[in-house]
């Protein structure tokens, strides 16, 4: 595996499965295939996407993020920046 803070390092992909698991298949069982697929659709793409807070969006779903950086710029939202620019030497992504 990858070492923190290297390109390879899956702990947002990883984080969002486990999330799901809990949120989602765990809590009930299918019958089919085709419900299964229905149901993981819309969690991505109504709870996951449009409800469902992002600690690095600032706490807001990404539908209410987009929607604030339409009407007044995405800087209201991005962390400062000076903290990262003292690892500009650094290996990362």
Same mark, same amino acid.
């Given at each position: 595996?990858?070492?923190?803070?290297?390109?390879?390092?899956?702990?947002?992909?990883?984080?969002?499965?486990?999330?799901?698991?809990? *949120?989602?298949? !765990?809590?009930?069982?299918?019958?089919s295939?085709?419900?299964? =697929?229905?149901?993981?659709? +819309? #969690?991505? *793409?109504?709870? !996951?996407?449009?409800?469902?807070?992002?600690?690095?969006?600032? =706490?807001?779903?990404?539908? +209410? #993020?987009?929607?604030?950086?339409?009407?007044?710029?995405?800087?209201?939202?991005?962390?400062? =920046?000076?903290?990262?620019?003292?690892?500009?030497?650094?290996?990362?992504?």
């Open positions: 595996m990858s070492r923190r803070g290297n390109c390879w390092d899956n702990a947002v992909m990883e984080l969002f499965f486990s999330r799901m698991k809990v *949120e989602l298949i !765990y809590r009930q069982k299918f019958n295939l085709q419900v299964i =697929k229905s149901c993981i659709f +819309e #969690y991505i *793409e109504i709870f !996951y996407y449009r409800v469902h807070p992002h600690s690095t969006l600032g =706490k807001v779903s990404p539908y +209410e #993020y987009e929607a604030t950086c339409a009407q007044h710029g995405c800087s209201l939202f991005l962390k400062d =920046k000076s903290k990262e620019s003292s690892h500009a030497g650094k290996n990362r992504c």
